[in-house]
């Protein structure tokens, strides 16, 4: 029977890692328009004020409290909305 190898040691090594590209990106993201508006919405704080928070019972959810607000916004702002 052959030893199973770990994929890390099959593949190249190359010179950065996606954590690099995610990194720049994040710093780019503030100078557009979609990251100042997100910087103008205390999307933390409403959350709070308005009483969601996560639920330890039932299925795990994919998005946070704050997530999910700043998911409704970006609706409204792309206009796409599954209502329509």
């Not at 770990?6 to 995610?22: A, R």
């Not at 996560?54 to 609706?75: C, I, N, P």
């Amino acid at each position: 029977m052959r030893k199973i190898q770990k994929f890390s040691e099959l593949q190249p090594t190359i010179g950065f890692t996606e954590f690099d590209i995610y990194r720049d990106y994040q710093k780019s993201f503030v100078h557009t328009e979609l990251g100042k508006i997100h910087a103008l919405f205390p999307f933390a704080a409403l959350a709070k004020e308005w009483g969601l928070c996560e639920h330890s019972l039932g299925r795990h959810a994919y998005f946070s409290a704050e997530g999910k607000m700043s998911l409704m916004v970006l609706k409204a702002y792309t206009a796409l909305s599954d209502t329509n």
